[in-house]
């Protein structure tokens, strides 16, 4: 689901893990429960001699950012766009030393933070969240100390190549450990142009966006737009760039596309080759970050002031994957209506007139109507998390653990859950 507006927690919680999401939203508190399948592995898929930037159309990362910003964000990566002695081999401006027709390239440095784990009905899935982060694959780019997940060392690459070929060596929307944002993607597709081979026709200027599931809601949220975002300042000003990217999606995912900035005449679908006067290749982007997320939502122009205090969020909303608008099979309550049953319950005994609501994404006529309601029916959010043993592909939720969390926590301010991360922690460096 698309985080709901209003909340500056949501903002930064990572879409990533295979989940089924539960959403409860009241008066004061949004509560996201987390059902584990204890198998949580249910989508995975088995130059030239010298370089210098020569990028001129555009400012480069931090002085694009320095012309649009106000003030300084503390979650802005460091550009890095020279080859100077001492850097890594690896990074962007030094291997594009090996690289053909790269006009520009930099290395994108983000800042270290940490992430607080969620809320637990038992200790029991405590400890079972725990191992399992710390084992499982898509946990490999974070640690966790005492309760808080640390991010470190993540970095993002951007390249532009001119007069270029881009021929995919891995399957649109595919779990490739080639596809976009996978450790393993190369610019090994992109190829010069040549007069011995010229292509039918040329696009100005291209940005690579082959991420896997591209056309879904969740994985267009956490792959397709921190692509585009951190990218974002080489589109430049005087015409759109086109997009290359999977099958096309749903109507909402359209109109994600057209926010973003590329309108439907603009994103390439499901295209086997192309050629482009510009590519751009942002698919080194980090799957988790701050500045993506918060960014993002800047570009989707979801509102962070919350909205007049005289109007009264009440709605507790409940998003279910058994209504048959998923994109793929699998992790739904089999129990569903005993745990709605248990929710409705449990407001009222509260008697603070929270109204519990199905989410259907087709009540609302665009996207922006579903952010405004979300803004005026929610004010905060908490993370937290129910771990199951499956049911075939399925699972059943003990409405008693969905009832803990929600008298714990629903209507409660929480402390923020993104904080900083470094290993010097002195107050005169900001951290107390």
């Not at 990028?55 to 480069?60: D, K």
Request: glycine fraction near 6%; charge should be negative.
């Amino acid at each position: 689901m698309a985080p709901p507006v209003g909340s500056s927690a949501l903002n930064t919680l990572p879409l990533v893990w295979r989940r089924l999401w539960f959403a409860v939203l009241g008066g004061s508190a949004l509560i996201i429960l987390t059902f584990y399948l204890m198998h949580n592995f249910l989508e995975e898929p088995l130059a030239s001699e010298s370089f210098t930037n020569s990028f001129e159309s555009v400012p480069n990362f931090s002085d694009s950012l320095r012309l649009a910003t106000l003030e300084t964000d503390p979650w802005m990566p460091l550009d890095l766009s020279t080859c100077l002695f001492g850097m890594p081999a690896y990074y962007a401006p030094c291997a594009a030393q090996k690289l053909k027709n790269v006009e520009y390239a930099e290395e994108l440095v983000y800042p270290d933070f940490e992430i607080r784990e969620p809320y637990f009905a038992q200790e029991e899935h405590r400890t079972k969240w725990r191992i399992f982060t710390q084992t499982a694959g898509d946990f490999d780019r974070a640690s966790l100390h005492l309760g808080w997940m640390q991010y470190k060392g993540q970095s993002g690459q951007n390249f532009v190549f001119r007069n270029v070929r881009y021929t995919p060596t891995f399957g649109a929307d595919s779990w490739s450990p080639l596809s976009c944002m996978s450790s393993l993607v190369e610019t090994s597709p992109i190829k010069p142009s040549t007069d011995a081979d010229p292509p039918d026709a040329t696009l100005p200027t291209v940005l690579v966006a082959l991420s896997p599931d591209s056309y879904s809601f969740q994985h267009f949220l956490d792959r397709v737009t921190h692509i585009l975002t951190q990218s974002q300042h080489l589109s430049g000003s005087t015409s759109t760039p086109y997009v290359l990217t999977g099958r096309g999606g749903s109507k909402t995912v359209d109109e994600l596309w057209s926010r973003m900035g590329y309108p439907e005449d603009h994103v390439l679908h499901g295209k086997s080759k192309m050629a482009a006067g510009r590519l751009i290749f942002s698919c080194r982007a980090p799957l988790i970050h701050p500045w993506l997320s918060l960014k993002t939502l800047k570009i989707l122009g979801v509102p962070r002031t919350p909205p007049s205090e005289s109007i009264t969020r009440n709605k507790v909303v409940y998003m279910s994957r058994s209504h048959g608008g998923t994109a793929n099979p699998g992790r739904r309550v089999v129990n569903e209506e005993a745990v709605l049953r248990g929710i409705t319950a449990f407001l009222d005994e509260r008697d603070n007139g929270e109204e519990l609501v199905m989410f259907d994404p087709d009540n609302f006529q665009n996207i922006t109507q579903l952010f405004e309601w979300f803004s005026e029916n929610v004010i905060a959010v908490t993370y937290a998390a129910i771990i199951v043993e499956p049911i075939g592909l399925d699972m059943e939720i003990d409405v008693k653990d969905v009832v803990s969390l929600l008298r714990q926590h629903l209507g409660v301010a929480g402390e923020d859950p993104l904080r900083k991360s470094y290993a010097w922690r002195s107050k005169e460096l900001g951290f107390r």
